[in-house]
């Protein structure tokens, strides 16, 4: 019952639910632009929470991956390009749907499974995200230390990609986390003279130019998306007795959304083809699928929005992103000094029961907004895109200035979109990167202070069981990820074998 005071008073004494509302609009247009995916759309957003209360700013952000989750089957409804990669699997049979004549209903269906999705992954991650948070209270520093390393290690097995790019993404996010003052001893590092990198690199000017810059470079090189006629569209939610055909494929879609969302490295992508398969398996009509089944549509959608409020449960109990968005998030919370883990329930639990309502707020919210949303969306769709990118170049440049009125921050996110450019070049994931930045103080600090503990002797890590435990299971992963790196390689080996062989 104090929770639900609490989250009370936050919706009625700040301005959470407007944030709410206006996130989950914000989250529809960059979701319905493709290319523009939810971590794009929360980085782009991110310089101008500066000055915002801290719940307020962060429930705007979590309402923007609410909302950017839906978003993105727009136009793989209704051009067949999926607006975020999480809903190419709806494009299977929403956009078949589509060409029936029947865009409409395949829009509702996305919009009310998404909704649903939401608030089932809502009370899960009401539900489980206090009780792990609790089990964390129990770490030390060599334990902190050693979660921060397997999570690492987990985002870096599982990304797309070999295992040494994962490494080397990783590295050079730990790196860049070191620049500034030392934590320990307040001296100066890797400054090279400049009194503007003594206080570190801010988060949001590497994910601001990892994430957008790097992805509006790549779409100014890219042929524009196709168009599609707004007069003749609207959206037409489910009756009654149509979702109780759907209700099963729902409840697949939510459940393995959940599963997902609080893996580390999974995401929306692997659970809506995952919960795409699982529905065709239990569907009571699986030849439909491929053909505009309204299931193949229900059950990719609300595994979407379920992993958009589940990947914030080991955010919050552990302070370890498990995506891009969710990494965006906790950046989000670090600069409005929140420390995401189990302490933020002891410290501040004003913001952790204001983000669940706010979370409550966004996904009751989507199902007004994403009707009134429909027309500036698909408006905005048929724009020219290099006058889109244009407006968006100009929206990060404006954000970012505004911070601290400082054009070094300008040449700074610059040079990350350049590096984020070269990263998709090369096929670089993003999260390793992300990810070593935004523990690399968690990492570092708690790997020395346990030296001092025992005069730089590093048996602590090995007589502490959690932090032994935690460092085995990321050697598993590691280990795990090199068998599989080296099967690969054979296999591709003999296959270019065979192909010379004929």
């Known amino acids: 019952m104090e929770g639900l005071h609490t989250a009370w008073n936050v919706l009625t004494g700040t301005p959470a639910i407007f944030a709410a509302f206006a996130g989950v609009a914000w989250g529809i247009i960059g979701g319905a632009l493709p290319g523009i995916s939810p971590s794009i759309a929360l980085a782009l957003l991110l310089p101008f929470t500066y000055g915002m209360d801290p719940t307020t700013a962060i429930i705007l952000l979590a309402a923007t991956y609410v909302g950017a989750e839906y978003g993105g089957s727009i136009p793989a409804i209704l051009i067949n390009t999926p607006g975020t990669n999480a809903a190419a699997a709806t494009v299977i049979d929403g956009y078949y749907m589509h060409r029936q004549?029947?865009?409409?209903?395949?829009?509702?269906?996305?919009?009310?499974?998404?909704?649903?999705?939401?608030?089932?992954?809502?009370?899960?991650?009401?539900?489980?995200?206090?009780?792990?948070?609790s089990v964390a209270l129990a770490f030390n520093f060599p334990a902190y230390f050693a979660l921060g390393i397997l999570g690492l290690s987990v985002i870096v097995s599982l990304s797309n990609g070999s295992l040494i790019k994962g490494l080397m993404a990783a590295t050079i996010g730990l790196m860049i986390a070191t620049i500034g003052t030392d934590p320990m001893s307040g001296v100066g590092r890797f400054t090279f003279g400049e009194p503007e990198l003594l206080t570190g690199i801010p988060y949001v000017l590497v994910m601001v130019g990892v994430f957008a810059i790097s992805e509006l470079m790549i779409q100014a090189s890219t042929p524009d998306w196709g168009k599609t006629d707004q007069k003749q569209t609207r959206i037409k939610l489910p009756s009654f007795k149509q979702w109780r055909k759907l209700w099963r494929a729902q409840g697949i879609g939510s459940g393995v959304g959940i599963f997902e969302g609080v893996m580390p490295g999974a995401g929306g992508s692997i659970a809506a083809f995952m919960s795409y398969n699982e529905a065709k398996r239990w569907s009571n009509e699986p030849e439909m699928f491929g053909k505009g089944s309204a299931e193949g549509i229900a059950a990719p959608e609300a595994a979407n929005n379920a992993v958009a409020c589940t990947a914030l449960v080991p955010v919050l109990s552990f302070g370890i992103p498990g995506s891009n968005s969710a990494a965006i998030l906790m950046g989000g919370m670090l600069i409005h000094g929140l420390t995401p883990g189990p302490m933020l329930f002891q410290k501040e639990p004003e913001f952790v029961y204001g983000l669940f309502a706010g979370l409550a707020v966004a996904n009751v919210a989507m199902l007004v907004i994403g009707i009134l949303m429909m027309a500036p969306a698909l408006w905005l769709v048929n724009r020219p895109k290099p006058y889109l990118m244009a407006v968006i170049f100009a929206l990060v440049f404006s954000g970012i200035f505004s911070i601290h009125n400082s054009t070094y921050d300008l040449y700074l996110v610059l040079i990350f979109g350049l590096m984020g450019y070269l990263m998709r070049t090369f096929g670089f994931p993003f999260l390793p990167l992300v990810l070593g930045l935004v523990l690399g103080y968690l990492i570092e600090s708690n790997?020395?202070?346990?030296?001092?503990?025992?005069a730089g002797d590093h048996i602590i890590f090995f007589k502490t069981p959690i932090a032994l435990g935690l460092l085995s299971a990321a050697a598993v992963f590691i280990f795990i990820s090199v068998v599989r790196d080296i099967l690969q390689a054979r296999k591709a080996t003999r296959k270019v074998a065979a192909g010379a062989a004929e």
């Open 101 to 133: 004549g029947k865009g409409g209903e395949a829009l509702g269906i996305s919009l009310q499974s998404g909704v649903i999705g939401g608030l089932i992954g809502l009370i899960f991650l009401i539900v489980f995200t206090k009780p792990l948070a």
């Open 447 to 454: 790997y020395r202070r346990s030296l001092e503990l025992t």
